[in-house]
């Protein structure tokens, strides 16, 4: 069993930049690919950014791309999103997911566990 936990959300203006954090507990960390997804109000979940277990690979969504970045340390059970030039179309509940998968993947039914979710809005 993994728990996750996401911290960092907020309000942020156009072109703001935002850090978010998912602390991780229970099993071995190192061995999950880590994801973030999002979901906009009356939208469907989406693929964001995921992460390789060493943190030698990454899997961007093109909308993303250029934007965000994905960082973990598995010293410390964390995974982190950095979202640069935000715009107010990423406004958005942002969660962390892990898959117990030896390759990145980017469908949420390959993910086993999740976090709760945070609220990233981005509005002038």
């Known amino acids: 069993q993994v728990q996750l936990v996401e911290s960092g959300g907020g309000l942020v203006q156009p072109g703001g930049s935002l850090r978010l954090s998912c602390a991780a507990s229970?099993?071995?960390?190192?061995?999950?690919?880590m994801g973030w997804f999002r979901q906009a109000p009356g939208k469907e979940r989406e693929f964001v950014i995921a992460i390789s277990r060493a943190g030698t690979g990454t899997s961007v969504q093109n909308f993303v791309k250029g934007r965000f970045t994905i960082s973990r340390n598995n010293a410390q059970n964390t995974v982190y999103l950095q979202m640069n030039s935000l715009k107010p179309e990423d406004t958005a509940v942002y969660y962390c997911?892990?898959?117990?998968?030896?390759?990145?993947?980017?469908?949420?039914?390959?993910?086993?566990?999740w976090g709760q979710g945070t609220q990233v809005t981005v509005s002038s």
């Open positions: 229970g099993r071995t960390f190192s061995s999950y690919v």
């Open positions: 997911a892990a898959a117990d998968s030896q390759f990145i993947v980017t469908s949420s039914h390959e993910y086993d566990y």
